[in-house]
């Protein structure tokens, strides 16, 4: 059972938005920790796309991403968010958001360890 709830995945036409969420399970919580966003396009490794620190203040986004996505996230609803606008056939894959934790099996993304996971939402972006 995956720890953290990920949505907001879709079929969107070249140029469109999209907004995903993540929220923690039951018994588990965000507050405190980093979370993240990776991706996995069809027969690739799964890539970092953007995380958020603990507090809220500072970012970090993928090259290919930069100026297109954002992340945020709001305390009081427990939730993350990464608005995706301007979007490329490229972003094409499915997406999971991520806590910081360190377990076996975490994976490293820009200076955090993420190890707990949502099940992922599928992005696809076709005309």
């Known amino acids: 059972q995956s720890q953290l709830v990920d949505s907001g995945g879709g079929l969107v036409q070249p140029g469109g938005s999209l907004r995903l969420s993540c929220a923690a399970s039951?018994?588990?919580?965000?507050?405190?920790?980093?979370v993240g966003w990776f991706r996995q396009a069809p027969g690739k490794e799964r890539e970092g796309v953007s995380w958020?620190?603990?507090?809220?203040?500072?970012?970090h986004y993928a090259d290919s991403v930069r100026g297109r996505f954002t992340i945020s996230r709001d305390f009081d609803k427990g939730t993350a968010y990464l608005q995706m606008n301007n979007l490329k056939p490229e972003d094409t894959g499915t997406y999971y958001c991520?806590?910081?934790?360190?377990?076996?099996?975490?994976?490293?993304?820009?200076?955090?360890?993420?190890?707990?996971w949502g099940q992922g939402t599928q992005v696809t972006v076709s005309s």
């Open positions: 958020i620190n603990s507090s809220g203040r500072d970012t």
């Open positions: 039951s018994g588990f919580t965000l507050d405190g920790y980093a």
């Open positions: 991520a806590r910081e934790r360190v377990v076996r099996g975490s994976s490293y993304y820009a200076g955090f360890t993420f190890g707990a």
